[in-house]
């Protein structure tokens, strides 16, 4: 439930990091989402701004998208900035001065101020659920924001996926530094409006009882880091990173760069076990664009370019819809138990191949040499 008062809260976000009615705001990300929604249309409404739309994101296109409607900000999420570092040419040609966002890492922010000129970018931090979202003037590289008297930070077994609780079973707070479990206070002032029609869901996202009897806190879900000057950095979502050859995968940073391909709809990144390898390995879910067929050798390039080698997925399944959990997530548990067995999926699956360098049908004959180890992960 999205209500009028926090529509117009994030409206104003824009207006708040010094936005004024002669900008000009660039958007190519789906409308569907907040960001785009309420942070770009509303705000431009807000502003009394011009609105670019651009029906799909392009890196090659989007210097010259900027120079030619006169462009002043624009938002991103995920991966663009780091598309756009990708790009050949430095470029410093154009009047964007600032851009809001969430998701660039630190090094893709040094490289794009370096590379794009000193543009002022504003990362936050904020669920479509949570009432309260982070989000600094500072322009500190890397930081999402800064704490306030509501967010509280949990200690939390990534492991085991559970919260650790003291002796009298309530919760502890993590120490600076390390990870921990966001949660926001949820009171009558600050309520949590929940899901529609979905009692059940919006439940799960409490916790109860958490510091002392009767409190009730948000369950964000997302495990942050704080420093000691209170700054904020995302650090994992709970229950998305496995391990693979002893390094942590963060599945949501491999569909990111997945969902960039031009045939995916939808992608859910999740790792599989497979007899005698320790940790998981990759499997990534795909739901396919109408009109769009799979293409096992462009997939092949694009994860060799942009992901390191232990996150490249091996395996592959087409769907025909992504299932969802009661909270809206992507189902992960149930499908990674299906694992990758030609005989029981009935779905396509495709293997990555590296003599062929593509992804090619998996067969029960591929299945078997997989098990038995004469095709080596
Ligand atoms: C961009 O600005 C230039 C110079 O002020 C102006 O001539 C041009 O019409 C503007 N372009 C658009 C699309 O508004
Ligand atoms: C951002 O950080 C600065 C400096 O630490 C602080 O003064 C300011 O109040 C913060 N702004 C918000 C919106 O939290
Ligand atoms: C969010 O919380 C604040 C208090 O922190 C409260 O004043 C406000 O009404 C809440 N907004 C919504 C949309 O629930």
Not at 2 to 9: A, D, E, K, N, S
């Amino acid at each position: 439930i999205i209500t009028h008062l926090r529509t117009l809260v994030v409206s104003l976000v824009f207006a708040q990091c010094g936005a004024v009615s002669q900008d000009i705001m660039y958007v190519t990300l789906p409308l569907y989402h907040i960001s785009a929604s309420l942070l770009g249309i509303a705000g431009c409404i807000q502003l009394g701004a011009t609105c670019v739309l651009k029906k799909k994101f392009s890196a090659r296109q989007f210097w010259n998208d900027c120079r030619k409607y006169n462009v002043t900000m624009f938002l991103y999420i995920g991966e663009l900035c780091r598309y756009l570092c990708n790009q050949k040419e430095e470029d410093r040609v154009h009047e964007v001065r600032l851009a809001l966002g969430n998701g660039i890492r630190p090094s893709v922010w040094k490289e794009f101020l370096m590379r794009f000129g000193p543009i002022k970018i504003f990362e936050f931090y904020g669920s479509t659920e949570g009432n309260l979202s982070f989000l600094n003037y500072t322009n500190k590289i890397g930081a999402v924001g800064r704490a306030g008297i509501f967010s509280k930070f949990l200690k939390y077994d990534v492991w085991k996926q559970e919260l650790i609780k003291d002796e009298n079973g309530r919760c502890i707070k993590a120490p600076l530094g390390k990870p921990g479990l966001l949660v926001f206070q949820v009171t009558k002032d600050a309520p949590f409006s929940g899901y529609v029609g979905n009692k059940e869901a919006s439940e799960k996202k409490l916790l109860r009882n958490v510091f002392v009897e009767g409190d009730v806190y948000l369950d964000t879900g997302d495990l942050l880091v704080m420093d000691e000057d209170g700054f904020l950095y995302f650090s994992d979502r709970v229950g998305d990173t496995f391990r693979w050859k002893g390094e942590n995968v963060a599945t949501s940073e491999v569909a990111e760069i997945i969902g960039m391909m031009d045939f995916v709809q939808e992608v859910n990144v999740y790792g599989v076990s497979i007899k005698n390898y320790e940790g998981r390995t990759g499997m990534a879910a795909i739901v396919l664009k109408r009109y769009h067929t799979f293409n096992g050798e462009k997939l092949y390039k694009h994860v060799e370019n942009f992901l390191p080698n232990y996150a490249q997925p091996r395996f592959v399944r087409i769907m025909d819809v992504m299932q969802i959990t009661a909270t809206f997530k992507h189902q992960k548990i149930h499908l990674a138990n299906e694992g990758f067995n030609p005989e029981i999926i009935s779905e396509p699956l495709y293997f990555m191949h590296e003599p062929t360098r593509s992804y090619i049908p998996l067969t029960k004959e591929i299945y078997k040499n997989v098990l038995s180890g004469e095709i080596r992960l």
